[in-house]
């Protein structure tokens, strides 16, 4: 309950679903959850797919799916699964409202309050021109305002086709409202013209959906983006037109790159499938895009769901532009990794060998040793299957620094040596120990010492002479596999 109202808390994403889900809208989606939660209200996912070439089922799916990873779970809106709806107060997909958006229209046509316009595009255009070059706003100025209902009906029926216009010639007045971001909000009614409400082809515009549906779904509260501001102006006149009482609106802040510009797809990901893609964890995102224009009132920066969700309040949301760092949110996701145990980092790692093609043949006990060796070395899922590839024979590559190493007139001979040591051994893989031993029978028969041993060793078993530790990596490599390494660097260096 809203303790200003008295207005159950009621909050809805609206996604035009057009593709993934782009950061902004997963922090408005987020905001508007845990408004919800924390005030015991309800979340409900409304579909504005009034375009209906671009917003099809499959976009849909798209959304539907990037939210249900993030965990951020809707109490009315399209199933998830088979986008059936569940609450009562639907549908919740505006394509199949449209009866409702008609309906509406014709009420505010019979009370005079909308009109019948007939002006063609290029008449649109000319008075556009004009006025502007006149010096004047250019709003429509439409001749058919005046006309009776009888008279455009009668076109109509002649088969002309009318979109239908809202009246704003009667609004001469300021439009105030209390921006739950930005505080007053101050429009004046002649920043609009008389502005459509049906298209000639009966299609409904997004300003009369959303109003119609936010009364209809009893939304208590409007958080959304900044670029919806203008928005408002025409919202709040068809909210008077029709005698509703508005939403409290919230406009959240823009989300910039590192440069102050608005965050667009050229400077990387952007959107919630290729962060997770890239190996985000759906909590690091949550987490990172909360941060976005909100903070928690202790100054934490690492806060779970739970916690923002007891933490959140409209109060703290800031209307200064968002800076999107993408350092930081590694950083943060890194520390998100840190918090799974070895076995489940590594199921988690499961799908990410799968897209990067890695194959990690690894019994089940040296899984956990494995992360163990290699945790400290990423920050996200996908370089964490990345820097699985050392264990994996395919992407064993000699790089070019070995060349030096292996230019040592001790560096064959331990490589060697090395190579036959494994193939007298009985275990498929070494033990730490073993390889210890194993590396000390090859410093004594070929009397290499420090660097000579320890760079040889390093390029037999990782292609170059630095890298993770030896006797980390050793045991998580079959000896099979490591004979093949050394062969291959043998085959390289020494001409038979
Ligand atoms: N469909 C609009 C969008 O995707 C929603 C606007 C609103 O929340 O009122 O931006």
Request: some cysteine; proline content about 4%.
């Amino acid at each position: 309950m809203n303790p200003l109202t008295q207005r159950p808390v009621r909050v809805r994403f609206a996604p035009s679903p057009t593709g993934y889900l782009h950061v902004g809208g997963a922090r408005t989606a987020l905001y508007n959850y845990l408004f919800a939660k924390k005030n015991n209200g309800k979340f409900i996912l409304r579909v504005e797919d009034t375009d209906l070439a671009r917003s099809t089922d499959q976009s849909l799916k798209m959304v539907i799916e990037d939210l249900k990873w993030l965990g951020l779970d809707w109490d009315e809106g399209p199933d998830s699964v088979t986008l059936n709806d569940q609450g009562d107060l639907g549908p919740y997909r505006q394509s199949q409202r449209l009866s409702v958006y008609k309906e509406h229209a014709f009420k505010l046509l019979k009370e005079d309050k909308a009109y019948y316009c007939f002006m063609t595009d290029q008449e649109l255009e000319e008075q556009r021109e004009n006025f502007l070059a006149a010096g004047r706003a250019p709003h429509v100025d439409s001749p058919y305002k005046t006309w009776t209902l009888e008279q455009a009906q009668a076109e109509l029926l002649k088969g002309r086709k009318g979109a239908l216009r809202f009246k704003t010639e009667g609004l001469k007045k300021n439009y105030i409202f209390n921006d739950l971001v930005r505080s007053r909000v101050d429009f004046p009614s002649d920043m609009v013209g008389d502005f459509v409400i049906l298209r000639s082809d009966g299609m409904p515009v997004y300003n009369f959906c959303n109003v119609i549906d936010d009364y209809l779904m009893k939304i208590s509260h409007v958080l959304r983006a900044e670029e919806h501001l203008p928005n408002t102006l025409r919202q709040l006149m068809l909210y008077e037109a029709f005698g509703w009482e508005a939403p409290e609106f919230g406009h959240l802040s823009l989300i910039l790159d590192e440069d102050r510009k608005k965050l667009s797809k050229r400077k990387g990901a952007t959107s919630c499938h290729e962060f997770k893609n890239e190996g985000y964890l759906p909590e690091a995102l949550n987490n990172f895009v909360a941060l976005l224009g909100w903070s928690d009132p202790s100054g934490e920066e690492i806060l779970s769901l739970e916690k923002m969700i007891s933490n959140f309040s409209l109060e703290r949301l800031n209307s200064a532009g968002a800076v999107f760092d993408p350092v930081k949110l590694k950083w943060m996701n890194s520390q998100y990794l840190k918090t799974y145990s070895d076995d489940d980092l590594f199921k988690l790692l499961g799908p990410y060998f799968k897209s990067e093609n890695i194959n990690v043949i690894l019994p089940a006990d040296k899984q956990a040793q494995a992360i163990k060796a290699l945790r400290t070395t990423f920050e996200t899922l996908q370089e964490g299957a990345l820097a699985f590839r050392v264990l994996d024979n395919q992407f064993f590559e000699i790089e070019f620094d070995s060349n030096e190493v292996m230019s040592w007139e001790s560096s064959p001979p331990v490589v060697l040596t090395w190579a036959q040591e494994l193939s007298h051994s009985d275990h498929e893989y070494l033990t730490e120990a073993l390889f210890l031993e194993i590396q000390e029978k090859v410093k004594n028969q070929t009397g290499a010492k420090g660097k000579f041993l320890f760079m040889a060793l390093r390029v037999a078993v990782l292609g170059k002479p630095h890298g993770l530790e030896l006797k980390l990596i050793v045991p998580l490599i079959s000896k099979q596999a490591l004979i093949l390494r050394a062969e291959k660097v043998l085959g390289k260096y020494v001409k038979s």
